[in-house]
């Protein structure tokens, strides 16, 4: 199958072009000639490509003659800009991710701006400059869009809903309702970062954090995977809820139980430190650039060596199996070798002090 | 109740009067008021509690009770049982 | 973390939980009043390594569970009024009041926001001159100080839009209202590590002579709460009852005198009801008339709310460690953490929400 055309921006610094206002107005909104000045300046030269140029009310696809994966997901984090990336970044890798997981290629996204009145136009310049980004490393086009502007008040800042085509290769048949007995529990890297850096750079905690974001595409790493072996049998990006969310959907699922060593679990020290100091379990936030797969055991060992050849797969470790007894359940053994349950979380992950 | 953290203290000032500091936490540093551990110095490790330092570690009594356990030759062990009192395995008796 | 992973090392937890093994010849009941101490042992599954002789019963150490219906309701009354921002520790937001949670107040368009210090509260009162900010003061000794200082603070730059609903509880007269009970079965106690490096543990010395109850002021890493065991372990079985400190790298005798002056300074002790358990004399702080300005309940003059809790709740008895979660018919049936009907569901460190969270395997 052939890829879609992407521009890569020539160079890194993208001067914000020159408009009417310096702020989102209702009338960028509106469909007139302000919505024009939008797209043809702010949007166009970052997302072009074939389709998108047409500037038609829908992108024509060829049909590649094969299962689609279409997901669809809504962005809306405070802050829009955290260590280690952006809203926009996060809208693109999010759904690239959620097709990845199901072993599709992504191919096509869309993308709907919500902007709130009075939104500077270099902050959503600087927004599509990462999404722009974050596409082309992913290997997607942005084929198709839409914008709104509402009142001041009724939105914060910008959110951003991007939906996404991508297609399956014959032999891939990934869910989180095929985990078998037997099978190994891969991690691929390090968890909760993307979640403490964004609590930690939210006004009123007053950290002075190193933590960063992992936001990233992971459809090359799971190309890798593939490569390897298509007996993947379930795959899941570990977003909000964490890691323990994920491994209890599976296990729910597929009405297996699963256990996992809690000492394997790679966390980086200044993530442990910002769990620590808030009161928070690192299992339970979320990640936006790491998967979890389910492998027989067979293949365990060379899934993971793939894994190891990829940036964002070099941490990748087993950090348990897929057991017969406790159906439904994830047990997680402590380090005084004793297990207990590790359950879904309740709510909002709020710091504490006690 | 009353999660109190273990940090360094990496730099002191005055804010609003008060006597503040950065305090690392495994690489991640928040400011915590260390108006209650006035002799406190930059190096030292405090017990941070809601954004105050209420004491300062005492290094050599972590040490002390860090060395006594670690030097502590497992009684259980030497009889040849586990901590459960079962007969010990080769590759469990370290 | 320096002082953090050694003291979670298994090794050497291991090694103590031998020596405890070595030691122990008699069944013992031993309760850890720190809430934070019971999410240590249930998390790191502590209970589970014990010999069977030692019987760990939960105390009442958990601000948030203790912090009586009225107070959330006042709290809430007071949250909701169009000129507050109300900020408040983030456990204490989904605490339920007798009708609704701050949480909720939030979301009916309430300004309620989590702050990780009461000085970030001081802090949002200098900014917002036209608005009130109210701090939410729950707690042990241990956020006393700051919760005092931060009083000071507004005192001192002349802040007149701050003041702090304080609902601030004493840890020693809880502990010795639980062995003066009848069907008290607590035999030692581990007290709280950082209640005690800020009040030091002199105090506790007639407690443990009166009761005759070795008292060992306990660090929160597994291998801290196991030493504490060990040593309250020996303790009983060699018939003393003194107060021995496990802490040593916190926790002085004398405690933390700065902080103690300032507490005395903005507060006096008084009585509280504490959520489950009742009234205790002297059990509270509250605000000394000098800094009236400062207090909620004054300013905002939220009265007499009296509630009641759930009937089915047996919290009032989990507190007071008679009995444990499991016991409770509500307990992961009509209660848990998503729909709490009491405050030791509801708090990460209440036993009940800990016992659900981390429970056993079947």
Known sequence: ?354 | MCLGIPGKVVKIFDENGLKMGHVDYGGTMNKACLEYVPEIKVGQYTVVHAGFGISIIDEEEAQKTYEVWEEFVDAAAREGVDIYGNPLKKDESE | MKYLDEFRDPKLAKKIVAAIRNTVTRPWVIMEICGGQTHSIIKNGIDQVLPKEIELVHGPGCPVCVTPLEIIDKAIEIASRPEVIFTSFGDMLRVPGSRKDLFMVKSEGGDVRTVYSPLEAVKIARENPDREVVFFAVGFETTAPGNALAIHQAAQEGLTNFSELVSHVLVPPAMEALLSAPDNRVQGYLAAGHVCTVMGWEEYEPIAKKYKVPIVPTGFEPVDILEGILLVVKQLEEGRYEVENQYLRSVKREGNRPAQKLIKEIFEVTNRKWRGIGEIPSSGLKIRDKYADYDAEHKFDVGDIQTNEAEICISGIILQGLKKPKECPAFGKECSPSHPLGATMVSSEGACAAYFKYQRLQ
Not at chain 1, 170 to 176: G, L
Request: charged share 20%; hydrophobic share 40%; aromatic share 4%.
């Open chain 1, 1 to 354: 199958m052939t890829r879609p055309e992407i521009n890569f921006p020539e160079s890194l610094s993208c001067p914000v072009p020159i408009m009417h206002h310096e702020t989102i107005q209702l009338a960028h909104g509106a469909g007139g000639k302000l919505s024009a000045e939008l797209i043809e300046k702010i949007f166009l030269p970052r997302f072009a490509n074939e389709q998108l140029n047409k500037l038609e009310d829908q992108a024509i696809l060829d049909n590649p003659g094969k299962r689609l994966a279409f997901t669809t997901d809504t962005f809306v984090v405070d802050p829009i800009f955290f260590p280690g990336g952006d809203i926009g970044e996060l809208a693109i890798n999010g759904t690239v991710n959620d097709l990845a997981m199901s072993g599709a290629e992504p191919l096509y996204l869309s993308v709907g701006f919500i902007l709130e009145e009075g939104l500077p136009i270099a902050t959503l310049h600087r927004i599509a400059v990462s999404m722009e980004r974050a596409a082309g490393k992913a290997g997607v086009a942005i084929v198709t869009g839409d914008t709104k502007v509402v009142n001041k008040g009724s939105c914060d800042k910008l959110f951003i809903n991007t939906s996404g085509i991508g297609v399956l290769p014959d032999d891939v048949h990934i869910s989180a309702g095929n985990l078998q007995v037997g099978d190994r529990i891969i991690l691929s890297g390090t968890i909760a970062d993307h979640g403490m850096a964004v609590l930690t750079s939210r006004e009123g905690l007053s950290f002075r954090s190193r933590v960063s974001s992992d936001t990233a595409a992971l459809n090359q790493l799971v190309r890798k995977m593939l490569d390897t072996t298509t007996d993947i049998h379930a795959l899941r990006d570990p977003t909000r809820g964490g890691v323990a969310t994920t491994l209890n959907e599976f296990a729910r699922q597929s009405k297996v139980g699963i256990r996992i060593y809690g000492d394997r679990i790679p966390v980086r020290p200044e993530v442990q430190g910002a769990c620590e100091v808030l009161g928070i379990d690192p299992l339970y936030v979320a990640n936006e650039g790491k998967l979890i797969a389910v492998v027989p055991e067979t293949h365990a060992a060379d899934v993971l060596t793939a894994m190891h050849t990829d940036p964002l797969g070099e941490k990748a470790v087993i950090i348990g199996e897929v057991v017969g007894d406790h159906p439904g359940t994830v047990a997680i053994k402590t380090g005084l070798g004793v297990s207990r349950v590790l359950d879904m979380p309740v709510g909002e992950q709020l710091p504490r002090i006690c």
